[in-house]
């Protein structure tokens, strides 16, 4: 038996769907987090002995689509003959909500009403009567809170013995000519009317939606295009500074201190075991994963605060205010989604593109969105402020700015590649009402990737750090590496050439150009390898739990100075992202092209980043170019050659697409 | 070969087992970004498909 769960956009359907599932899928205080359909069995306090399916789909307001999740819930629910319907219902907004739920009706599909979020009707003084609205639909009408688990039982329990009945619609759509606009909008217009008739009868409101609230007055402010972007940028910076500079270091001082204190015991255990032994366990596992897990509480942090400004409603705030700016640099408003998103992860990130209807704008979020750093690089980050420039929450701000200028750049400049003009696109997004966030909410959130991102540490990371130390120990006649020849490794042989390269960035040393390519594996890896390659817990004072040595002698041990620093952290941050996000590129572009492309301009756009960053703060702070300017120069003029013919051969071919008389015209100038 | 030795090779033969399992299991199962907090949720991850495995065009 399977039940589809429908209902408009931020009416609670994934977290009623996980509440009797029992699943954990993203849930958010905003429309559009539901990308496609998921199914899982119920519980079985919900379902008995029966297996119950239940199937979760992408919010929508009617069943004629308007976006491609709209298409998915409606194709569902017209072609898979679901045993029933739970058609979740926002309480607080009932008159919008109910022009979906008479379509649903119509399909003769047995329906339940699920009139979900009365606790805030309860708050706010609106009264529904479910008995009335019941009768007045003909069919079941339950009030639930979907995050209380209130009301779900009898109302599951009703939608499973209704299964295969027969469902009378309250109303039916007139046989009209569906090909006929007007006749269509006249139609809904009498639908409207029939839903306003039973709001009217059933819903007695203390607060009417016309009226301007306190909240209404918040968002004219934090929606507004100038206060809003300052807002948002103190609001991100207030993130990075609590989860980077203030609480996350202050508990991942601590822990780094047992992981050190851990990883000198193993060492001590092993002295008189074979030296590679205690190089692989100690400094490859203990150390090269604890550098990684050192950085957890810094994560956690950011994903806890992350995941009470989603719930609270602020995200969709940051939507609206980001809307113009993405369309007018040739994106579609619904860009500002997998952006934020990204915050979190590039890989939901770029899967949250395919809501975007225009092929060129979809392919190029997807290409753009992983400029934003995600929860992987906060500890590369991390490290770097923490080493060069005393724990500055700044870093973080910037790098996160930075990643957002350059998505408006990059955006900017498809747009002129692919000779597209400002179109107008439509972004519908409802404001949620505004609520206190839900600790218990951002709790699980943060426990969720907290889990993840150690079982990345303890699996990839783990085997990457032992596979780096094992390139490391070892020349390639499989010998030992002797102290003082490490350039005659494995490691040091394969990533030399790529170190090369990398002199007009400022850290053309192999260790570094390895950090950076085992980052591609996940960008945590970079911390892991660098811990590995220099013995970076050799700078932590196990006694005390502080680092020793400063800045200074970091910067020594790894030849960076504070502007080679920034150059390598950036480069970092906006070269092309992990293998998996690049897959998830590849499956959403749908274009090798495009895919080659994507890899093509981040690569160009970190290096560039990296060289601008080194040369000229190089210029600034010791008056003269760093080494390597004129090959590096060279290198960013012929990105830009690149992309000037790449521009030049799309258009070319654009004009042959469309034109239509020219080849006409040629055969008759020819035989004339 | 002493004690702490003989244990330290069974401990880093039997971490980086389980790490390699756990890595093949995943990806058996169609999991293509190991510890990727939104690997249940992907669509395609739940049909059996990676994430990075091309889609129709529906």
């Given amino acids: 038996m399977r039940i589809a769960f429908a209902g408009n956009p931020n009416s609670g359907k994934t977290t009623m769907y996980n509440a009797l599932t029992g699943r954990s899928e993203k849930v958010g205080n905003w429309g559009g987090v539901t990308v496609g359909s998921k199914e899982f069995k119920l519980k079985k306090e919900y379902a008995g002995n029966k297996e119950v399916i239940a199937v979760d789909l992408p919010g929508a307001y009617s069943m004629s689509p308007f976006t491609p999740e709209e298409g998915i819930t409606s194709e569902y629910v017209r072609t898979a003959n679901p045993d029933a319907i739970v058609n979740i219902v926002d309480a607080t907004n009932l008159s919008r909500s109910l022009f979906f739920t008479t379509q649903l009706l119509e399909l003769g599909i047995p329906v339940v009403v699920a009139l979900n979020k009365t606790d805030i009707n309860e708050k706010e003084g609106t009264k529904i009567d479910t008995a009335k609205l019941s009768a007045k639909l003909n069919c079941p009408v339950f009030e639930t809170v979907s995050t209380e688990n209130k009301g779900l039982s009898e109302m599951i329990a009703t939608a499973i013995s209704l299964a295969g009945t027969l469902q009378e619609a309250p109303y039916l759509q007139a046989d009209i000519d569906l090909h006929d606009k007007n006749a269509v909008d006249a139609e809904d217009r009498k639908r409207y009317d029939f839903v306003n008739k039973i709001v009217a009868a059933v819903e007695k409101r203390k607060v009417l939606s016309a009226e301007s609230t306190a909240q209404d007055k918040v968002d004219t402010v934090l929606t507004n295009p100038i206060a809003g972007i300052l807002a948002f940028a103190a609001v991100m910076w207030f993130v990075f500074w609590v989860s980077q500079a203030w609480l996350g270091p202050l508990v991942a001082d601590w822990l780094v201190g047992w992981i050190e204190m851990f990883q000198e015991w193993v060492a001590g255990q092993l002295e008189n075991s074979p030296a590679i032994l205690s190089a692989l366990l100690a400094d490859g596992i203990v150390g090269g994963v604890g550098a990684v897990v050192g950085f957890l509480p810094l994560v956690m942090v950011m994903y806890f605060l992350i995941a009470l400004l989603e719930d609270c409603g602020y995200m969709a705030r940051v939507s609206a205010v980001m809307d113009p700016i993405f369309k007018r640099v040739g994106l579609s408003g619904k860009s500002v989604i997998p952006v934020v998103i990204g915050t979190g992860c590039g890989i939901p990130a770029i899967m949250a593109c395919r809501t975007i209807r225009d092929e060129r704008e979809r392919r190029a979020t997807t290409m753009l969105t992983t400029f934003i750093p995600c929860g992987a690089k906060i500890p590369v980050i991390a490290l770097f402020a923490g080493a060069f420039f005393n724990g500055a929450g700044w870093v973080s701000t910037v790098s996160y700015f930075l990643g957002l200028a350059l998505i408006f750049l990059g955006a900017l400049m498809i747009k002129g590649i692919t000779g597209y003009k400002y179109r107008k696109s439509f972004f519908i997004m409802e404001l949620p009402k505004w609520k206190a966030p839900s600790l218990k909410f951002a709790f699980k959130s943060m426990m969720e990737r907290a889990k993840a991102y150690i079982i990345k540490a303890a699996t990839i990371i783990l085997i990457c750090n032992t596979v780096v130390q094992v390139m490391q120990t070892f020349d390639w006649h499989f010998q030992v590496v002797e102290e003082g020849a490490e350039n005659t490794s494995i490691l040091a042989s394969i990533a030399s050439p790529f170190a090369i390269l990398l002199i007009p960035l400022g850290f053309g040393v192999w260790q570094l150009a390895a950090a950076a390519i085992t980052g591609f594996i996940a960008k945590e890896n970079v911390v892991g390898t660098l811990a590995v390659v220099y013995a970076l817990t050799n700078f932590i004072d196990v006694e005390e739990l502080e680092m020793t040595g400063g800045a200074n002698t970091v910067a020594m041990t790894m030849g960076l100075t504070s502007v080679t620093a920034l150059a390598y952290l950036f480069f970092n941050l906006y070269t092309p992202p992990c293998f998996a996000a690049i897959g998830a590129m590849n499956s959403e572009m749908k274009s090798r092209g495009w895919l080659w492309g994507a890899i093509g301009l981040q690569m160009a756009t970190g290096y560039t980043i990296a060289f601008l960053v080194n040369q000229f703060g190089t210029l600034i702070t010791e008056g003269h170019f760093a080494a390597g300017f004129v090959p590096g120069a060279i290198a960013v003029a012929c990105f830009v050659i690149a992309i000037i013919m790449i521009g030049k051969r799309v258009r070319a071919h654009f004009d042959e697409q469309y034109e239509l008389h020219k080849k006409t015209k040629a055969a008759v100038t020819t035989a004339a | ?58």
């Fill in chain 2, 1 to 58: 070969m002493n004690g702490a030795t003989v244990i330290a090779v069974i401990a880093v033969v039997a971490i980086l087992f389980f790490a390699a399992r756990y890595i093949y299991k995943e990806k058996k199962k169609g999991n293509a970004c190991i510890g990727c907090p939104y690997s249940a949720s992907c669509p395609k991850h739940q049909q059996g498909i990676s994430c990075d495995m091309p889609q129709d065009n529906k």
